[in-house]
């Protein structure tokens, strides 16, 4: 017993307990990132073939930037590990491949058709772990457990300072922007949450779970489909634009007026 009392009080048991105590807390950590990831990344099979052809698409449009296996250069970044979703967003809204540098890039007309950008997702997708497109479960918006209210809720406290509560968009830093959201696929805005695309942050499955995502695309569909209620809608980017238009309107009303009594009086 007092040998078993002398080796505690070595210094070398306090090194001991340390570096156990990092090791769980390091195990516990990746334990729960892959968990995190695992629940983020959606089971996704692609055939070799998909693969192959993805990757012939790969290296005659994307490697230039990209690197001959997507490893990234000084002009643009790795792809490996962004998953299938981040290609079948950037491609499928015409961003990718980009038709000039810029601030962020510009959506446009796509320049693949469907089944070429799933084979470069599925290529992407090849190369390392990441967001797989989303299930058609999570983008049915008259899903009978969808709720209208939760998916405002959360879009007006994660997204409408920068897209604007009517989802039509705004302007951002440095030229850049948050595009609208009117006329997008459900597709399309879900792997935007799940991807975070040019400035916007990552919504993993961790902090909006598919439901709540789901929630959120019923949300901008319903508020879409309800149409304008007439008026000028300014860009539908709230007080600000109406704000101008009335300083704008009633100062020139006002030196029309003016211009009106000075012509009278002489």
């Not at 807390?25 to 729960?32: R, V």
């Not at 981040?86 to 980009?98: E, I, K, W």
């Not at 961790?206 to 508020?223: C, G, H, M, T």
């Amino acid at each position: 017993m007092k040998a078993l009392s002398q080796n505690r009080r070595h210094p070398a048991v306090a090194v001991a307990l340390l570096l156990i105590g990092l090791l769980l807390t390091g195990g516990l950590y990746a334990l729960a990132s892959s968990l995190n990831t695992a629940s983020a990344t959606t089971a996704q099979e692609y055939s070799e073939s998909d693969v192959a052809a993805g990757e012939r698409l790969f290296n005659a449009n994307c490697a230039t930037c990209h690197g001959m296996d997507a490893t990234g250069t000084s002009v643009a970044p790795s792809l490996v590990g962004v998953g299938a979703a981040s290609v079948d967003f950037q491609v499928g809204t015409g961003r990718m491949p980009m038709q000039m540098h810029g601030p962020q890039a510009q959506q446009k007309q796509p320049q693949f058709n469907d089944e070429q950008t799933q084979q470069m997702a599925a290529y992407v997708a090849s190369l390392g772990a990441g967001p797989a497109v989303p299930e058609d479960e999570y983008l049915d918006v008259d899903h009978d457990d969808v709720d209208l209210a939760r998916g405002g809720e959360i879009f007006r406290v994660n997204c409408a300072m920068c897209h604007a509560a009517s989802a039509g968009g705004g302007a951002l830093t440095r030229g850049k922007f948050a595009p609208t959201l009117h006329g997008v696929e459900e597709k399309h805005i879900y792997e935007a949450m799940q991807t975070g695309p040019q400035n916007m942050p990552v919504f993993s499955d961790a902090n909006i779970s598919p439901d709540q995502k789901r929630d959120v695309i019923a949300y901008l569909k319903e508020f879409e489909n309800q149409g304008h209620p007439g008026g000028f809608s300014l860009g539908s980017l709230g007080p600000v634009a109406e704000g101008l238009f009335i300083w704008t309107a009633g100062l020139g009303l006002v030196i029309g007026f003016m211009v009106w009594l000075t012509s009278r009086s002489s």
